[in-house]
């Protein structure tokens, strides 16, 4: 089956530091991969997508490339601000049932920002 | 707007007690799902909907029932809770099916059974 491993945490680093979070997959089949952010007291909502081999989804200084060959989504951002302080989600989505498609998640990662 | 909208925020249930977590959305979208969020775990799919009167399961559904009766209400139905069921539950929605995985996700309902 489908699967996602990202890199465990906590990680803690200080503003306008450089970071990257590992996420590596196993799929059966063509998945589009996603990273979810999770903010305090909040629902996950999405940060960035990649569809196919090669794209690189970019949002809020955030981006991450989909990388086939060594079946990895690693999240880079390039100074991180107190802001970003969160839970980071990589997910892959397949197809299932009913024409549908579903989400696998990582364990999350865990990054705070201090000043 | 409201988007995806649960309630309650928070419930503490005794073990062997029922209850329904709500979950409303306002942006006609076909697909909605149920997640549980443990710590170490990830998200982890409970039940999905294509649409009005189609549910299936997912990854972890014994224990829990759902229904579609309309494409706004998706409600998630513990009948017996147990202790292993304490959680933070998460609502999510999509238009198409899923729409190649990007989901609308609700602030989540924290559930604790004693």
């Known amino acids: 089956g489908n699967s996602v491993t990202q890199m465990e945490g906590p990680v803690t680093l200080s503003e306008e530091a450089f970071l990257t979070i590992n996420c590596t997959y196993t799929?059966?089949?063509?998945?589009?991969l996603f990273w979810y952010v999770q903010y305090p007291g909040e629902g996950l909502q999405l940060l960035l997508k990649?569809?196919?081999?090669?794209d690189k989804g970019s949002n809020k200084g955030f981006e991450a490339t989909y990388r086939k060959e060594t079946t990895s989504f690693h999240l880079e951002k390039g100074s991180v601000q107190v802001s970003d302080s969160a839970v980071y989600f990589c997910?892959?989505?397949?197809?299932?049932?009913?024409?549908?498609?579903?989400?696998?998640f990582g364990k999350g990662t865990k990054l705070s920002v201090i000043p | 707007n409201a988007g995806v909208t649960q309630t309650p925020k928070f419930q503490v249930l005794k073990t062997g007690q029922s209850m329904t977590l709500q979950c409303a959305q306002d942006?006609?979208?076909?697909?909605m799902s149920w997640y549980r969020q443990d710590p170490g775990m990830g998200l982890r799919l409970i039940h999905y909907?294509?649409?009005?009167?189609?549910?299936d399961q997912g990854e972890v559904p014994n224990g829990y029932n759902v229904s579609r009766s309309t494409t706004e209400d998706f409600p998630l139905r513990l009948l017996s809770a147990a202790p292993s069921q304490t959680s933070v539950y998460f609502c999510?929605?999509?238009?198409?099916?899923?729409?190649?995985?990007?989901?609308?996700f609700g602030e989540g309902s924290r559930l604790t059974v004693l």
């Open positions: 999510a929605s999509s238009p198409d099916r899923g729409s190649g995985g990007e989901l609308f």
């Open positions: 799929a059966t089949g063509y998945p589009s």
């Open positions: 990649a569809t196919k081999a090669d």
């Open positions: 997910a892959l989505s397949d197809r299932a049932g009913a024409g549908s498609y579903q989400l696998t």
């Open positions: 942006m006609n979208h076909e697909y």
């Open positions: 909907s294509v649409g009005a009167g189609i549910t």
